[in-house]
């Protein structure tokens, strides 16, 4: 029989509320068995200043980059990073495979229990498998402006979806969308065609791209210009990126995860009042990549104003310094001191289990789940500071 702790903090946060006066009861392989308010029933309580919650969910992430840390130049722009990443290609990183495995090691240490992962490749794949405390939605990502590349495109991500199809569950691989400037819309309805469980989009990330999804303008053309890629096929859509993602590229329905969001303005606000459609829809916010690249920070309070869900994603090593929830947290609480500790923890949990369909697994103190156990220290309801920690309990 394995052993069982009974854990108590200041405060314990399941998901969706903070609690006062509770207990979880938790077993050693960090099984939750039980959440209920302490009675004088209760003996042994190990109690812990701060909050303890479950494990965060990194909603976005780019694992198989992890080896491009500190490789590209801070500050250039969206269309500078990509031409750096993509000038990376023909660099051969012999160390590769150990830093995607340190990556993994970080973000456990780092409190994520769950990785909504872009996958342009199989790079990731073994080191997952490895980590089987850790919960994978993997998104095959394809990529093809052009129609004429649709087919090739789809059938390269068929071919990285069986790999990873032969270790996870079919729910857990989904064939996606890059983002508007690079996806077509035939591409994207092979796409659909797969009836993904859920889908994520690049979505608003720079203004470059909302110039060339709006009027065919701005920095996106001399990214085609670079790579050598005539654009007579590519007409304006004459509306924000996010409108063309929602009603083109992405599937009429189930889970749609928008991820930075970095432009979403009030045109958008309106059009989602009036959308009638069956998608699912969530914002993620990434604001550390955001600072790297030189993008400006999400309008936290107007995408609140939606009442659509946000979580929140590192993107990766390529275009951050870590892969640390907590870290982003900090950064969108220095920006936005009038959103509170709970809304926080509800990003960095249970919104983002829900928007990468894991929410059986993780985000949230599920009896007989293993979404992992955290304790949050230097911390208040009211505030996340640059001295809240966070350390691991199972």
């Known amino acids: 029989m394995q052993k069982q702790f009974l854990l108590s903090a200041d405060y314990i946060f399941d998901g969706k509320q903070l609690l006062e006066n509770h207990c979880l009861n938790v077993s050693e392989n960090g099984t939750i068995l039980n959440l209920e308010p302490i009675t004088s029933f209760h003996k042994d309580i190990q109690y812990y200043k701060g909050i303890i919650s479950p494990g965060f969910v990194n909603a976005h992430c780019h694992i198989e980059l992890s080896h491009m840390k500190n490789a590209v ?22 160390n590769k495979t150990a830093q995607i495995e340190q990556a993994f090691t970080d973000m456990y240490n780092n409190g ?5 992962d872009i996958c342009n490749t199989t790079d990731a794949l073994n080191s997952k498998l490895q980590h089987p405390a850790m919960q994978f939605q993997n998104y095959i990502e394809c990529i093809g402006l052009n129609p004429e590349r649709a ?3 789809f059938e390269y991500g068929q071919t ?4 990873y199809t032969k270790y996870f569950a079919t729910k857990q691989v989904n064939l996606v969308p890059h983002a508007p400037y690079t996806v077509s819309p035939l591409l994207a309805t092979y796409l659909n065609t797969t009836q993904p469980n859920t889908s994520t989009i690049h979505n608003e990330e720079s203004r470059a791209e909302m110039d060339f999804i ?64 069956l998608q699912d829809i969530y914002f993620c916010v990434c604001p550390n990549a ?47 001191p009038s959103v509170n500790t709970t809304q926080w923890l509800v990003m960095a949990t249970s919104n983002g289990a829900a928007a990468i369909d894991l929410e059986d697994k993780v985000g949230n103190f599920t009896l007989n ?7 949050l220290e230097n911390i208040t309801t009211q505030s996340v500071t640059e001295n809240t920690n966070c350390r691991r309990l199972f």
């Not at 990285?160 to 790999?163: H, R």
């Not at 053309?221 to 304006?236: E, H, M, S, T």
């Open 73 to 94: 130049t801070k500050h250039t722009g969206m269309v500078g990073f990509i031409k750096q990443v993509m000038q990376s290609k023909g660099t051969v990183y012999e």
């Open 369 to 375: 789940t293993q979404p992992g156990v955290l304790l």
């Open 290 to 336: 955001n600072l790297y690249i030189g993008n400006p920070l999400p309008d936290i309070n107007l995408l609140l104003a939606t009442g659509k869900p946000i979580c929140i994603g590192t993107d990766g090593l390529s275009s951050n310094d870590a892969l640390d929830i907590l870290s982003e947290i900090k950064t969108l609480a220095n920006h936005y």
């Open 214 to 277: 709006e009027s065919k303008s701005g920095e996106i053309i001399d990214l085609y210009k670079f790579l050598n890629v005539p654009l007579d096929f590519f007409a304006a859509f004459h509306t924000t990126p996010l409108q063309h993602n929602l009603q083109t590229l992405l599937p009429a329905s189930g889970k749609v995860l928008l991820v930075h969001n970095c432009h979403f303005n009030q045109t958008d606000v309106e059009f989602l009042e009036k959308y009638q459609s």
């Open 112 to 116: 994520i229990n769950a990785v909504g």
């Open 151 to 153: 087919n090739g495109s």
């Open 160 to 163: 990285i979806a069986t790999e």
